[in-house]
């Protein structure tokens, strides 16, 4: 059974770059794909960005793109989701997702926008903005 874990949010002022951490377990392949998507209140949950263990590949998301940075750390199977100039659309709880696959296959492009190609999710960690 896959379990993730996210760390790395809380209060940042207006402007900050505050860096979410996944960890990742329990995976019984190696080829796998993490995610972060995010939900605001009153907001359907919407993709952030995606990185592929297998080759690197990594998606954003339109309304991020330039403003966050996603990396892993494969020996520690962590993944962060560096956050920067934060906005007043960033605030939401984020959440880090995974898939498995049993063979080396190219990351799909729907994988940073569609949540129904996940099948692991982490409870999710809080961003807010101080004012």
């Known amino acids: 059974q896959v379990h993730l874990v996210e760390s790395g949010g809380g209060l940042v002022q207006p402007g900050g770059s505050p860096r979410l951490s996944c960890v990742a377990s329990g995976f019984t392949y190696d080829h796998y794909v993490i995610g972060w998507f995010r939900q605001a209140p009153g907001k359907e949950r919407e993709g952030v960005s995606c990185?592929?263990?297998?080759?690197?590949?990594?998606y954003y998301a339109d309304a991020v793109k330039g403003r966050v940075t996603i990396a892993r750390d494969k020996a520690k199977n962590r993944v962060y989701l560096q956050m920067n100039n934060l906005n007043p659309e960033d605030p939401a709880v984020y959440y880090c997702?995974?898939?498995?696959?049993?063979?080396?296959?190219?990351?799909?492009?729907?994988?940073?926008?569609?949540?129904?190609?996940?099948?692991?999710w982490g409870e999710g960690t809080q961003v807010t903005v101080s004012s």
């Open positions: 997702a995974t898939r498995e696959f049993g063979i080396v296959q190219a990351m799909n492009v729907m994988m940073v926008r569609d949540e129904n190609e996940y099948d692991y």
């Open positions: 990185i592929s263990s297998t080759d690197g590949r990594i």
